[in-house]
């Protein structure tokens, strides 16, 4: 009875944690994660709790206990990181943090001894690069994706850096946050334990957070350290210099982390790699454009390339096939991915550094590495789409994901109408299609009207 006792308190912690728009889908391997992250008893307690921030004085009532009993448990929970706290005009509030990017990560963005950090690398290794359920359902199952990747701002030239907007610099968040914690890379953490260690030796400690959550971190556990803006700044710096790519929270006001991130170990770049052409996170503003006169064909932007959207080929490869159209020194061929390559009256024989763009990130790298410089960081020709905070990408996400309804609804009971209004909100500024798919989901008298109500004001 005990063992099944057990199962239950960890299958319910699991149902809690798929509420979130964000979920982890169920397996063994999740099961035996959960048991070295959360205790028997921990996980019964989380379970229970609700999904958006909420007070000691509310856990207190959920959880039958005093507020100071209540307070005391959640604190401990903070200094397991699987729980963060933040201060709302003066109130103490907890939340449960997402798997990722949360307390999946959490658990390995320092060294401790109170859990087998070897042992959670294996299970995390088997969950999400063996397994790839959770991968998938986590990169993939939403048109908004959960991150997006920041520009390398050294390699824009002065009249593209005129272009750039702020939320497009990683320069711009570190200078624009409360809070910077440093901690430990969770990517190449794991791969270490898990056998696979990092393939160019890429720093450990650049893992950036922000606001609440690196305060957060600092405060309880260690997770992070507090730093300066200079610090940060020379993680920024340390990364480029080991080609790292600047992944962040895809919102534009106030992302709660950016990593920096290798192509041999971090997740993302991994899945860009094994599922391409789907994109697993957001691409910058910028693409690459290859000048046919400065590129000597010397491979180095290929073996940079952290998603291996770049290949060399001959001359007389490139030329074989279907009549390209050119348009400058831009090619494409039908039935292949677009391309930007050297100029078609080049020597016989020459290699030709050739990029996929449909796969492309756009994240600089490859600029950077050039030893001629014929690698230039241009504007694409459509706009990437950034939600504005983490309401809106919450928002969107649940819309494309078909649980709307867990954003108003929490543990069967209505929502406290700020925190309704502010869903409402987000969803009146979506496009029609979407507040559409919203109203779909919702099936809510009050929503069609709120909706019928703000397109005939537009209308007036």
Not at 28 to 49: F, M, S
Not at 140 to 166: A, K, M, S, W
Not at 252 to 279: V, Y
Request: contains cysteine; hydrophobic residues 40%.
């Amino acid at each position: 009875m005990g063992h099944l006792a057990s199962k239950d308190a960890y299958k319910n912690l699991t149902d809690r944690i798929n509420w979130f728009t964000q979920g982890a889908p169920v397996s063994e391997t999740l099961y035996q994660i959960l048991q070295v992250l959360y205790t028997e008893d921990e996980a019964k307690h989380v379970a229970l709790l609700p999904v958006r921030p909420f007070t000691a004085k509310k856990a207190a009532k959920i959880w039958d206990v005093s507020e100071a009993e209540a307070e005391k448990y959640l604190l401990h929970l903070c200094e397991k990181a699987l729980l963060v706290d933040s201060d709302h005009n003066g109130v103490r509030k907890f939340v449960m943090p997402p798997p990722m990017a949360g307390f999946i990560e959490f658990a390995l963005m320092r060294t401790r001894g109170d859990i087998d950090q070897k042992y959670l690398g294996q299970l995390y290794y088997q969950y999400m690069n063996v397994e790839e359920d959770f991968v998938k359902d986590l990169f993939f199952v939403t048109e908004t994706r959960l991150g997006r990747v920041f520009v390398q701002e050294p390699v824009l030239t002065n009249e593209h850096t005129l272009h750039i907007l702020d939320y497009e610099r990683a320069s711009h968040i570190i200078d624009e946050a409360d809070y910077i914690g440093l901690g430990i890379c969770y990517c190449r953490h794991k791969m270490l334990h898990a056998g696979h260690p990092c393939e160019i030796d890429a720093p450990l400690d650049v893992c950036l957070t922000f606001g609440n959550v690196a305060r957060s971190l600092s405060e309880h556990g260690g997770y992070a350290r507090l730093i300066d803006k200079a610090e940060a700044m020379d993680a920024l710096e340390r990364s480029y210099d080991y080609n790292l790519v600047q992944i962040g929270e895809n919102v534009r006001e106030n992302p709660a982390f950016i990593c920096n991130c290798c192509g041999c170990c971090c997740e993302a770049l991994q899945a860009a790699r094994h599922f391409s052409p789907m994109q697993p996170v957001a691409t910058t503003n910028y693409i690459p454009h290859i000048s046919a006169a400065a590129c000597v064909g010397c491979g180095k932007c290929e073996k940079a390339c952290p998603i291996l959207a770049i290949s060399m080929r001959d001359e007389e490869d490139v030329g074989e096939g279907p009549t390209p159209s050119v348009q400058g020194e831009n090619i494409s061929v039908q039935g292949e991915a677009p391309v930007s390559e050297v100029a078609p009256d080049s020597a016989p024989h020459r290699r030709r550094a050739v990029i996929d763009t449909e796969i492309c990130l756009g994240c600089g790298v490859c600029a950077k590495n050039c030893p001629t410089k014929a690698i230039l960081m241009e504007r694409r020709p459509i706009q990437v789409i950034t939600p504005v905070n983490s309401t809106h990408r919450f928002v969107l996400q649940a819309i494309e994901k078909g649980t709307l309804q867990n954003l108003i609804f929490d543990n069967q009971a209505f929502a406290n109408h700020r925190a309704m209004a502010a869903v409402f909100q987000t969803i009146l500024q979506l496009p029609p299609l979407k507040q559409a798919l919203a109203s779909k989901q919702f099936k809510s008298v009050y929503l069609d009207k709120l909706l019928s109500s703000h397109a005939n004001k537009n209308r007036k």
